[in-house]
């Protein structure tokens, strides 16, 4: 699995794949892949890195573990395959981008890939899940992985923003050094909360640019097509 994983986050991970929970974890992995029906496939467990070098990342969006259902899940928190019905939470997000920036947005698919290939790390805090049972590999030590990801981006680079939606995310992310990097924080899209006016209007994607414009970094095409 790890020959999967770019060269750049080869680089800032390799001592985090020689100790020995991780080590454990791939062997669980493996276990978890011969045994049941598990997502995303496994040769998109480490997409989100592949999609995104470490020198290319701008943004960082946390969720929580991949779709669960059939031919979902790619790899990349929020984003489904092109073919899949656009689940409820990511129709969410897209109907706060047409809200915030103030445009038509008719999105036909689900497949954030876009979002990567500008800088966006949609980084899941399990990589794997068995199928039809959300948080089922809660129990494996992805949680520990996924938290060195984002203390090493938070110490080792500057002018990040950082999206954390929900309390699960907000938690997640509550050592990022705030002095550094924009951090911005809201309800989840998902219909409970956003029903419950925690999510539309938080203007995540407008201050977004705002801070890539104010500190010289390229803007975020938000669109899907």
Excluded at 117 to 143: C, E, F, Y
Excluded at 155 to 164: G, P, R
Excluded at 209 to 215: A, G, I, P, R, W
């Amino acid at each position: 699995m790890l020959n999967n994983i770019s060269n750049s986050w080869q680089e800032k991970l390799k001592e985090e794949f020689q100790k020995d929970y991780f080590k454990e974890l791939l062997n669980q992995v493996e276990t978890e892949y011969a045994s049941n029906i598990c997502f995303p496939p496994k040769e998109l467990i480490f997409n989100a890195f592949n999609s995104c070098s470490f020198e290319d990342v701008k943004v960082v969006i946390i969720g929580q573990d991949p779709y669960h259902g059939e031919g979902e899940a790619n790899g990349l928190c929020f984003s489904v395959n092109n073919e899949v019905k656009i689940p409820p939470s990511l129709r969410n997000i897209y109907r706060e981008i047409a809200f915030d920036l103030d445009s038509i947005f008719m999105p036909t698919n689900g497949n954030l890939q876009n979002w990567a290939n500008q800088g966006i790390l949609m980084l899941n805090a399990s990589l794997t899940v068995r199928k039809d049972t959300p948080n089922s590999h809660k129990h494996l030590k992805w949680n520990v992985f996924t938290d060195e990801v984002i203390r090493i981006l938070s110490e080792e680079k500057e002018q990040l923003v950082f999206l954390l939606w929900g309390n699960f995310a907000q938690k997640k992310g509550a050592k990022i050094d705030k002095t550094k990097h924009l951090v911005l924080e809201s309800g989840h899209p998902s219909p409970m909360s956003a029903n419950q006016g925690k999510w539309f209007g938080n203007k995540h994607f407008s201050q977004t640019n705002d801070y890539l414009e104010l500190t010289n970094q390229q803007l975020i095409y938000w669109f899907i097509g």
